[in-house]
């Protein structure tokens, strides 16, 4: 699409060509494209503004940055707001600050599980532990599960003690998702305290526990 025809899909009632003339937008040098998807922000359909979020992402401009914190933070739709989100973590280090601070000031499950994802392929093992305890203290199971799969990543890294000692406090959890989530972190783990609890967790009453504490042993 040439830029008039794109301008023109903009303005458009039905939202399709709105989709289709932000997507063609991936073809055009920041200076085209940014201003563009900055008149986007606030469309009334969140399929539009999840486009905008993720073209903003392909966009390595500080514009395009400050656009995707004020997504992150005032739109009204989780979904945007994840994958608001996973944009800003490609602007790499610069972004990690900011997306702690959003898993703190928003609760939703979707954006956070989108957080803790982008935080373990960011190579910063003290704010993802730091997210991944906020994440376990608060109330929602999906979340809490993908936290325990987080710091599973963080063994080998500077973070490999805390992390553990996390782990062990979890092996009790009333949850068997959880145990199941934890028994399978155990096993990136050397120490002799992870092979106790793994041995506790073989005798659990939950079948899938057993299976994920025993994954070690039968892959040897």
């Not at 709105?18 to 997507?23: E, F, M, N």
């Not at 994840?82 to 610069?94: D, H, R």
């Not at 973070?159 to 009790?172: C, I, T």
């Not at 041995?199 to 994954?215: F, M």
Request: negative net charge.
């Amino acid at each position: 699409m040439d830029i008039h025809e794109i301008e023109t899909a903009l303005n458009n009632s039905d939202f399709q060509y709105r989709l289709k003339a932000i997507s063609a937008l991936k073809d055009y040098e920041p200076e085209v494209a940014v201003p563009l998807l900055i008149g986007k922000l606030h469309d009334p359909e969140f399929l539009v503004r999840s486009f905008v979020a993720r073209e903003l992402g392909k966009q390595l401009t500080a514009e395009s940055f400050a656009a995707l914190l004020e997504i992150v933070k005032f739109d009204n739709t989780p979904n945007v707001r994840a994958e608001a989100a996973n944009s800003l973590s490609l602007f790499g280090s610069v972004a990690i600050s900011h997306l702690v601070q959003a898993f703190y000031q928003d609760d939703h499950w979707l954006l956070r599980r989108s957080i803790l994802a982008a935080l373990t392929d960011m190579e910063c093992p003290s704010e993802l532990f730091e997210v991944c305890l906020q994440a376990l203290a608060g109330e929602d199971a999906t979340v809490q599960e993908s936290a325990v799969d987080a710091i599973a990543t963080l063994a080998g890294s500077s973070q490999h003690e805390p992390a553990l000692s996390e782990l062990l406090k979890l092996v009790d959890s009333e949850s068997s998702r959880i145990r199941t989530r934890v028994a399978y972190a155990l096993n990136r783990f050397n120490e002799p305290k992870a092979q106790t609890a793994l041995a506790q967790l073989r005798q659990d009453s939950d079948r899938q526990v057993v299976g994920a504490a025993l994954e070690n042993l039968l892959s040897h």
